[in-house]
């Protein structure tokens, strides 16, 4: 990073600061949220949560980003309330112990009562019963959160961004699963500024 020179990004993960740099001028200094450094274990799995350190390159920008939660999350969930975990099938109905069932219907998930009534879930809620969080199957439209994101996100690759967040508070903090989390007005102004194929520095 020191090395570096032209336009680029350098992201300090100890001083939880992000610059964009041109030459010696500084365009943008932003404070920043980034990875908490945790483990989550399921079983023998285990997820490690830490902002990889190293140079990448903006591959892509999106505006209005739509989230896609990984496994890891319903497994924080249902650790965090104590909840069973069950990944459900995208073709086989779950039996729920009133008799009911949870389908998947026209890409959304929904219970289908014993008198054949049906009624979607909310996309925006966990899907829990008989105390048991179930995940999902990945295409449906409850496995798309709009929002979490912020408004841009820049992709660096492998699952790590940049982007905005509806809880700014945890800026300046180590609060993240990895990507690193900015205010609205500073991830826009990267949007707008910072052209696909820009170098990242992280330190």
């Not at 929002?147 to 300046?172: C, F, K, Q």
Request: charged content about 25%.
């Amino acid at each position: 990073a020191q090395r570096s020179d032209g336009f680029r990004i350098v992201i300090s993960l100890f001083d939880r600061t992000l610059w964009v740099l041109s030459g010696e001028d500084t365009l943008r200094e932003a404070t920043v949220a980034v990875a908490k450094g945790t483990d989550l274990k399921l079983g023998e799995k285990t997820w490690t949560f830490d902002t990889p350190r190293g140079m990448r390159t903006v591959l892509r920008k999106a505006s209005l980003p739509v989230w896609v939660p990984p496994e890891w999350h319903y497994v924080e969930v249902a650790q965090e309330h104590n909840l069973k975990l069950v990944r459900m099938p995208a073709r086989t109905p779950v039996k729920l112990s009133d008799g009911n069932k949870l389908v998947v219907r026209d890409s959304s998930v929904g219970v289908l009562f014993a008198d054949g009534a049906y009624a979607a879930l909310p996309m925006d809620e966990e899907i829990v019963f008989d105390s048991t969080l179930f995940i999902p199957p990945v295409g449906t439209k409850n496995r798309r959160v709009e929002g979490e994101l912020g408004r841009y996100r820049l992709d660096l690759g492998n699952g790590y961004l940049l982007h905005g967040t509806p809880h700014e508070e945890t800026i300046g903090t180590a609060a993240t699963h990895g990507c690193i989390r900015l205010k609205g007005e500073d991830i826009e102004w990267l949007f707008e500024n910072v052209p696909v194929g820009t170098k990242v520095f992280i330190y």
